[in-house]
Nanobody, 126 residues
Framework: QVQLVESGGGLVQAGGSLRLSCAAS????????VGWFRQGPGKEREFVVA????????YYADSVKGRFTISRDGAKNTVYLQMNSLKPDDTAVYYC???????????????????WGQGTQVTVSS
């Protein structure tokens, strides 16, 4: 079982950038694919992006494609979410989640994940 901790959230102006981190504990993190989700005020939790165990396969929601980039560093047991050209609509609590041997294209639903982080707040001002 892995445990996840997100960091890097904050307040940024529209058009700005932030990098979120999802740090994992556990020696088997390399067996887990990772997804990022977000939940805005009064909204359902929605899929943002997912990355495979090796990092070679990624899948993005249309709303963030071209602006967000996911990556992972196996040596640091960390997955990153680089967010550029941020918009007020990106304001949300961002969560990372791990799925054992997950396939990114099949990781868009919130069910089926093995672990979730506590979330980090991202606020984009206009």
């Amino acid at each position: 079982q892995v445990q996840l901790v997100e960091s890097g959230g904050g307040l940024v102006q529209a058009g700005g950038s932030l990098r979120l981190s999802c740090a994992a504990s556990g020696r088997t993190f390399s067996s887990y694919s990772v997804g990022w989700f977000r939940q805005g005020p009064g909204k359902e939790r929605e899929f943002v992006v997912a990355i495979s165990r090796s990092g070679s396969n990624t899948y993005y929601a249309d709303s963030v494609k071209g602006r967000f980039t996911i990556s992972r560093d196996g040596a640091k047991n960390t997955v990153y979410l680089q967010m550029n050209s941020l918009k007020p609509d990106d304001t949300a609590v961002y969560y990372c989640a791990a799925k054992f041997w997950g396939i990114p294209q099949s990781m868009t639903a919130t069910v089926g994940y093995d672990a979730w982080g506590q979330g980090t707040q991202v606020t984009v001002s206009s």
